[in-house]
């Protein structure tokens, strides 16, 4: 990976920036890390792939204080988006193909009814960020502070690539810049910028670059799909069922310990390897916003998560996905989170209804994840005449976060590692040994991960569309602002004339800070609490504080009641406090218990149901 590309692609002797400094990827032992060289002292270390995307890009943790320089995908036209979909259907069969000559292009184009020219430059746009929005078409004349590469010196490096770097002789990539440079003085062009050079090589399919360089037997090892039983699922991230549930434990509140209801959770897994790629656990009804934040977790490397929910482990399962399939449910036919999937090139299925063998591998997960919070204080059973005697809501005595925890120390260091009759292996080895390879077969090669996570977080987001006033904006009661907003306050539609309404994108699991969409500039600017001496929140917390302050009578529950409602939870902390320390002394030692039962050898270890 060069440091100019959108998307963490690993490769050996991929170049990538971590630690401050750049490093040749040599070798590739795991799916959570590679061995690399230092280039400038020539010490090798180990790199996790976390490590690797914190050096390419900003966190994706929200908030975020920095302007994110690119436009929302909400800004975008449906003929705008209509129309990038249209030219990525047309390229899709070329992005990746291995040799890729001109006489391919040249088919393409004629049976499109483009150029060929025009071909190679949506694939060069494409493969420079591996994101939809990429296609989109672009205004006329050129872009403010945008510069043009000339078509000599492109025609140059082409012919250099073509020439000296992709032949037997494998010569380096520093070598063919050497060259290229010389070449345009020679001609009296004005040599290229290195940065700009090593931007074609990176755009070279892996597989045609081991090929034409003389690497047949490798390309073909790597790159040749692997037999699956479920259709597509040839490879792990091929086929990703994602489903949710209502799950059958009562949570209580974080201070008070009063029950607060049954929480839903919306599940990722990867039917290759059986591995759960991402989960999200809520208050909040199932649906597109949680799909979302799944997926989000589910592309994303899971280590900043684990260190957050205090599970020790690993889960090594991150990358892009082929195909996400999703239930047939009305919230998922939206054209909000399927812009999202296309921007990735995520392939969206919806499951037919009455056809429950399309989300089998799920569904025996979540029955599975069902059997276990049954296990639990406060489980509801999965049926009134199971629970008779018993009551969930006086025995509940789990948080949101608690049960969040103990279902990541459940994936982790119990699901993965149990022995799964399907595959007739253990899930985390089933992902290592196809990623990496075994004595057998050779690995297919570290997924690809966008490098730019803090625009994959925000493009998952939900949103609402609001209009700017003096004060700012709106949202869920809570007033926000920002100086970024005062040339907007007052601001009218150019088609309708009526009050211009921009994407405002939310996080629900952190409130104090919402992220506004201005098309005019093509950025996306955090905008934080008006009041910025207030807590941080989550959506479900605001909603529960409005429902008490309405329930308190009152005639206008406003930001102030909203927040004075927080605060009398807040106050109950210490009241609660006893409960709380032996409540969790039970807690942890079920999750004790777990965890014991997960470094058993896997011969040993009893699988974790009732």
Request: charge should be positive; proline fraction near 6%; charged fraction near 30%.
């Amino acid at each position: 990976m060069t440091l100019a590309q959108h998307t963490l692609s690993l490769d050996i002797d991929s170049i990538v920036s971590c630690r401050g400094r750049d490093w040749r990827v040599t070798h590739i032992p795991a799916s959570d890390h590679v061995l690399a060289e230092d280039l400038e002292t020539g010490s090798r270390d180990r790199l996790t792939i976390q490590e690797i995307l914190d050096g390419a890009s900003p966190s994706p943790d929200v908030p975020q204080t920095e302007v994110v320089e690119r436009p929302d995908l909400s800004d975008f036209t449906e003929e705008q988006w209509a129309e990038a979909t249209r030219r990525y259907k047309i390229i899709e069969s070329l992005v990746d193909k291995e040799d890729l000559s001109r006489s391919d292009v040249a088919a393409m184009a004629k049976r499109s009814g483009a150029s060929t020219s025009t071909l190679y430059r949506w694939l060069g746009d494409y493969r420079t960020t591996r994101q939809i929005s990429a296609l989109i078409p672009a205004r006329r004349g050129p872009k403010k502070g945008t510069k043009r590469l000339d078509q000599n010196a492109e025609l140059v490096i082409r012919t250099v690539i073509e020439d000296t770097f992709l032949t037997k002789q494998r010569r380096k990539a520093s070598t063919a810049i050497v060259e290229i440079r010389k070449r345009c003085r020679s001609a009296g062009i004005t040599p290229p910028p290195e940065s700009t050079i090593r931007r074609r090589f990176a755009e070279i399919p892996a597989a045609a670059l081991l090929r034409r360089r003389g690497h047949n037997e490798e390309a073909a090892n790597r790159f040749r799909p692997i037999i699956g039983h479920f259709p597509g699922a040839d490879q792990p991230l091929a086929v990703v069922q994602m489903d949710h549930t209502k799950l059958d434990v009562i949570v209580v509140d974080d201070t008070t310990r009063r029950p607060l209801g049954r929480p839903y959770i919306t599940v990722a897994l990867d039917v290759y390897s059986r591995m759960v790629l991402g989960f999200y656990v809520s208050m909040e009804a199932a649906g597109a916003m949680a799909a979302g934040l799944c997926l989000t977790m589910a592309i994303l490397p899971k280590d900043r998560f684990l260190d957050a929910v205090g599970v020790s482990g690993k889960w090594p399962a991150s990358g892009l996905m082929r195909s996400v399939h999703l239930d047939n449910a009305k919230e998922f036919r939206g054209n909000v989170l399927k812009r999202a999937f296309d921007e990735y090139a995520i392939d969206l299925k919806l499951r037919p209804a009455k056809t429950p063998h399309f989300g089998g591998h799920i569904e025996r997960f979540m029955g599975r994840l069902a059997n276990l919070m049954h296990t639990l204080p406060g489980t509801t059973f999965s049926s009134p005449s199971k629970r008779k005697g018993y009551d969930a809501e006086k025995e509940a005595t789990l948080t949101l976060g608690e049960v969040e925890r103990f279902i990541t120390e459940f994936i982790v260091n119990v699901y993965h590692r149990d022995f799964h009759d399907g595959i007739q292996m253990t899930p985390i080895d089933r992902w290592t040994s196809a990623i990496a390879g075994d004595d057998l077969t050779p690995g297919i090669g570290l997924p690809r991960i966008p490098a730019d996570a803090r625009k994959l977080a925000i493009d998952f987001l939900p949103f609402e569309e609001r209009t700017i006033q003096k004060y700012g904006l709106v949202l869920e009661g809570i007033h926000y602002y920002h100086e970024v907003l005062s040339p907007l306050i007052g601001s009218q539609d150019p088609v309708t004339g009526k009050p211009r309404k921009y994407v405002v994108r939310y996080d629900p699991r952190d409130m104090s800070q919402v992220y506004l969409s201005d098309p005019d500039t093509a950025s996306t600017h955090p905008i934080p609490y008006r009041d910025t001496s207030r807590p941080k929140a989550s959506l479900w917390s605001i909603r529960q504080a409005t429902a008490e302050a309405r329930r308190r009578g009152l005639a206008t529950v406003d930001e102030d009641a909203i927040f004075a409602a927080l605060d009398r939870q807040d106050a109950l902390v210490a009241e609660a406090a006893a409960t709380t320390k032996d409540v969790r002394k039970t807690f942890q030692r079920r999750v004790t218990t777990v965890k014991r039962r997960a470094i058993l050898p896997p011969d040993r270890r009893p699988i974790l149901t009732p």
